[in-house]
């Protein structure tokens, strides 16, 4: 069993910048695939980031594209996400998944497994 713990989530004016990680517990993280999401009040939970096994594949929602960077360092079983020029609309819970396949995906169907998620709010 993997058991993925986020941080690094808190109160931050629109433009600000803030930095979550992911940590995991578990002696394959290196062979899965990561992916963070997030569910903002009222909404559904939506697709942010994905990064392959090997990062060297990712993708992004279009809403953050060239704003948030996914990164992962597998010697310390730790999956990034950086957020820069951060909007009030950025405002969620922020959620990291990992997916046991080592694939990366937009769908939450594809991830075995959730963290408890990390608040993000950005004042304007």
């Known amino acids: 069993q993997v058991q993925l713990v986020e941080s690094g989530g808190g109160l931050v004016q629109a433009g600000g910048n803030l930095r979550l990680s992911c940590a995991a517990s578990?002696?394959?993280?290196?062979?899965?695939?990561m992916g963070w999401f997030r569910q903002a009040p009222g909404k559904e939970r939506e697709f942010v980031a994905a990064i392959g096994w090997r990062s060297d594949f990712t993708m992004y929602a279009d809403s953050v594209k060239g704003r948030f960077t996914i990164s992962r360092d597998n010697a310390k079983n730790t999956v990034y996400l950086q957020m820069n020029s951060l909007k009030p609309e950025d405002t969620a819970v922020y959620y990291c998944?990992?997916?046991?396949?080592?694939?990366?995906?937009?769908?939450?169907?594809?991830?075995?497994?959730w963290g408890q998620g990390t608040q993000v709010t950005v004042s304007s």
């Open positions: 998944a990992g997916d046991r396949q080592g694939s990366y995906s937009r769908r939450e169907v594809e991830y075995d497994y």
């Open positions: 578990g002696r394959t993280f290196g062979s899965y695939g």
